[in-house]
């Protein structure tokens, strides 16, 4: 609906419209040099306010002349013809007076029709009207929403545009204040701005709002504030622009959203989770005794379901564990998606450790459930940590940390399991951590060296071959114990060149004992494969290499394996193992019967030899007798050679040779040595006297 001009009709915003023309005039350039200027139709006349003296002057020159020809008229009619001379002398003296004197104006006035064309050729008018003419169809035709309103805040006029944005017609607009249509929150600030415009203590303002559309919607809008004041008049008028930037919020709120929120799961993230972390610490700082626990979550097996059945199906069962979790929380704890299959949880108040726990427990059960995706059950368990606030922290990444590292301990301790937090295991990661560090330069500065371990044949002690055994003696702390550092070093994926460099010198050195103590029956030497070497995609590249440039006989080596390494992929792993075959290497398992799920597939591997782990060869009970003798006997029913580890006593020794051991190692025979003291176990076997017995084999 068009806008009416407030000054075709009579406004509060316009209470005097006789107004000087030079002072309109000015008026319209201060307007103009305000960017904004007041709309006004293009008929209105400006009349000073001396125009009411000139048509008093008017009336008394006419009255002048009516009373001279009266005068004149009565002198003939009495005959008095000097009264009529002195009449007219009078009555032409004052018409040439008030003639030459009479304001412009009032003949203008009393005359308009003789100068129809001053309004418009006037130079004074000609600026203001097209001024007002320009503003005004700025104002009707603006994109954005425009108004001019009141200090009193009543609108006085709305363009189209505005009447768009907040759903209302002009005359609904106009019945109301401009207050009725800020959000209730918003208000006040809102009148504070407005009151500091209008007291001069700033031009004009921009600030973000929201309004309440017609239809009850929630909009948000740009809102600039100026003001104008017109000269001669006391009160300013308030030009308010009004953009929707709803759309732009909305796309901002979105973004925010998807910054601090897992796009999978619809949880809140690892940033969101920080913040969370950094308002409960500051907040358990300013309230003594108060309690909170962070949850370490991590899928157990998780790439087993990606590789198995999909990563649509991975994702779809992240998504249901996602909801599970919310389902065991309290209201104002939070959960959130830290990494692919890793999930944190927050229990905020709590009154002891023990509720933390309850929570894990709780998780733990209702994960047992199976998840039906796709039409297919699937199972999964998950391994927790435990970070309490009992342990001060300062920093969300700490409370985190120690989470997680006592989530990797429940995990090394079986999985589908929690452990809380202690600064023992701190301790372990910052000596883990330390060891990976100094790891990476070890082999740089030559700090590897290898001990050999003398395996026996356990019917005349005679001496078969040696284990190659790394070790780690670093300049500070020492020799380093292969537990601690294999691990280590296996995670990091430094074992890589570790155990190439070991396969390497060890077919060096059977390669030069062979040369100096040459028999029928030649040493060999055995060397383990870690995982990580086995899955190297050129490991078959890599050993023919090494057994060109050492020039030893491949049926001298033999590599060692684990079980589970085997067992994860038993495809690939046979196909690894016949091309190895193929290269003329023999092969052994190690630590063998710590997993029965291989025994079905032993036969299909090409197998030299088995080794009966020590577990069993330090307690021999009578469970574990009857697992060797049956380790024993599949080895003999395969065509198997099987070798005992561990062996420390007489009894152990005794025990094996009943069940037909052929071989053994352990310190009973000879703790691992170096080259020489292995050199000197080579000589004595070596020379022409009586059979070696076993104590004669102790270092």
Known sequence: MPCASPLAQPSRLTPHLRTPVNSMSRAGENIVNKQVSWPATSTFVVVPEKSGTARKTVRLVLATLLTATLAVAAGMFIGLWWLNAIVVVIGTMTVLYFTYHLPSEAIAEVAPQAVPEAKVDNPL????????????????????????????????????????????????????????????????????KLEQLLNGNMPDFKTE?????????????????????????????????IQNISDRKEAEEKLLHDAFHDALTGLPNRALMIDHLKFTIARAKRKPGMMFAVLFLDLDRFKLVNDSLGHMIGDQLLVGIARRLETCLRPGDTVARVGGDEFTILLEEIHEEKEAVLVAERIH????????????????????????SSIVYDEPDEILRDADTAMYRSKSLGKARHEMFDEEMHDHALNVLQIETDLRMAQEREEFFIHYQPIVALDDFRLCGFEALVRWQHPVRGLISPLDFIPVAEEGGQIVQIGQWVLKEACFQIQRWQEKFPSDKPLYMTVNLSARQFTQPDLIGQIRDILTETGVDPAYLKLEITESMVMDDFESAAEMLFQLRALGVRLSIDDFGTGYSSLTYLHRFPIDTLKIDRSFVACMDKENMEIVRTILMLAENLGMDAVAEGVETQEQLTLLRSLNCQNGQGFFFSKPLDVAGAEAIISETYSPRPALVAPALVA
């Open 209 to 241: 709002a929201r309004c309440i559309h017609k239809d009850g919607r929630v909009i948000s809008v740009l809102w600039s504030v100026s003001q104008v004041r017109i000269e001669n008049q006391k009160s300013a008028q308030l030009i308010f622009q």
């Open 365 to 388: 059960l209702e994960l047992k459930k199976p998840f039906n995706l796709s039409g297919r059950d699937v199972f999964t368990t998950v391994s927790i940590g435990i970070a309490p």
């Open 125 to 192: 008018t000609e600026p203001l009207r097209r001024s007002t003419e320009l503003f005004r169809v700025a104002f009707d035709h603006a994109a954005i929403g425009m108004a001019l309103v009141l200090p009193s805040g009543h609108w006085h006029k709305v363009n189209p545009s505005l009447c768009e944005i907040l759903g209302y017609s002009e005359l609904e607009l106009l019945a109301r204040d401009f207050q009725e249509f800020l959000h209730p929150e918003d208000r006040t600030p809102a009148m504070s």
